[in-house]
């Protein structure tokens, strides 16, 4: 069953899952500060393409759906869709800004993250549909957008930000795979092979917590190796993870139709916490 609500503009656009950006660009943004780079006007602007990216990928993420449904789902499809493709449009003089401020590198990075988001779910691609959904969602919307957000300020790469990218982007990923926990049923039904379905609800229940637990463990070893000494304090987003780790053992998916909002609350929480360990003893 296909529930036809998905496709109102606000369902479609999917305004709790722009953690995802503000989280990721946020991270970059706060590591290019402690290595002595700030630009106010990058920042804002750096962020704002980022939701923009996000909200373009949200609504057109449902373009494939339209067939076999009634003309007016069809008609919110594609004006979604439309909104989607002006989203990107938006971010074309933004991009050009933070070129010239940055660098050529940045046009690469963005090109690879439009071309992605558009394959998500869009035919012939549809990586959704491979089971490749939950790790290109882990490098594109994580470890390029943190590195994306940095590189704008900073006008090159660096090994730490790779690094320091790892905890958010595995919890982008998460973000993802709750979506497919959620809808486990629904996909299974109608043949979609996300990585859950093809996994079985029981592996990818546990890959989901594995996702979480690693989260926090990859953040305590950047404390112990110095990449990043201050994470631990992501240790007080403890209480944002036990919802959504209890939600994914459900086993009817009525139980289960919150845990894609509970993980993103903690993304949200966590990102809050890990950008605030870049303005512990920064070192300049």
């Known amino acids: 069953m296909i529930f036809v609500s998905k496709y109102n503009f606000r369902k479609a656009l999917r305004p709790f899952s722009l953690s995802v950006s503000l989280v990721a660009c946020s991270t970059g943004l706060f590591s290019a500060y402690r290595d002595g780079f700030y630009d106010t006007l990058t920042a804002a602007l750096v962020l704002l393409a980022g939701v923009l990216l996000q909200s373009g990928v949200n609504l057109i993420n449902d373009y494939s759906d339209g067939k076999g449904l009634d003309p007016e789902y069809q008609r919110r499809i594609r004006r979604n869709f439309f909104l989607g493709l002006l989203a990107f449009v938006a971010t074309i003089p933004i991009t050009l800004y933070l070129v010239m401020h940055s660098g050529l590198g940045l046009v690469w990075l963005v090109f690879l993250g439009v071309i992605g988001a558009i394959g998500y779910t869009m ?43 790892v905890p958010v982007s595995v919890l982008v990923a998460m973000l993802l795979l709750s979506n497919e926990l959620r809808d486990f049923e629904e996909d299974k039904a ?6 859950s379905v093809r996994l079985g609800y029981p592996r990818a229940m546990w890959l ?77």
């Open 123 to 165: 035919e012939p691609i549809n990586y959704k549909r491979r089971g490749l959904g939950v790790p290109l969602v882990f490098w594109l919307m994580g470890m390029m957008m943190v590195a994306g957000a940095y590189y704008a300020q900073v006008g090159h790469f660096s090994v730490h930000i790779w690094l320091q990218a």
């Open 190 to 195: 109608q043949g979609v092979a996300t990585l």
């Open 208 to 284: 989901y917590r594995g996702g979480l637990l690693a989260s926090y463990l990859i953040a305590f070893l950047w404390v112990a190796t110095g990449t990043l000494p201050a994470a631990w304090l992501v240790i007080f987003t403890f209480p944002l993870a036990t919802a959504p780790w209890a939600l994914s053992g459900k086993q009817e998916p009525v139980s289960r139709k919150m845990i894609t909002v509970m993980t993103g609350r903690l993304l949200a929480g966590f990102g809050f916490f890990y950008c605030a360990a870049f303005l512990v003893g920064i070192p300049h």
